[in-house]
């Protein structure tokens, strides 16, 4: 499976913004999707995963309550909603996904290339 996400931007603290991730392949229903993400001179941490069907979702501590993960199998698409972000919350966003995964915890064998969220003061 290829992924494409997007969505990314500049934004002020305490707004939101939509990324989304973007499959090919017929066999997306199949597969658990995730995000993570990457600060600068940070290691890649777990952000949200999403089960295959949709009615199952994890998160990270530290985003728990403000983002939102969700899919939508008809178009092959993962959405993460961000909320309320905070100057923390700047980094690389990646999607990721594995069909061979649970989400407690998730690993991914497959990733997109990034989309750059920056959050300001």
């Known amino acids: 499976v290829q992924l494409q996400a997007s969505g990314g931007g500049v934004v002020q603290a305490g707004g939101s913004l939509r990324l989304s991730c973007a499959a090919s392949g017929r066999t997306f229903s199949s597969y658990a999707m995730g995000w993570f993400r990457q600060a600068p001179g940070k290691e890649r941490e777990f952000v949200a995963a999403i089960n295959w069907s949709g009615d199952n979702t994890n998160y990270a501590y530290s985003v728990k309550g403000r983002f939102s993960i969700s899919r939508d199998n008809a178009k092959n698409t993962v959405y993460l909603q961000m909320n309320s972000l905070k100057p923390e919350d700047t980094a690389v966003y990646y999607c990721?996904?594995?069909?061979?995964?649970?989400?407690?915890?998730?690993?991914?064998?497959?990733w997109g290339q990034g989309t750059k969220v920056t959050v300001s003061s």
């Open positions: 990721a996904a594995d069909r061979d995964s649970g989400i407690y915890p998730f690993s991914a064998k497959y």
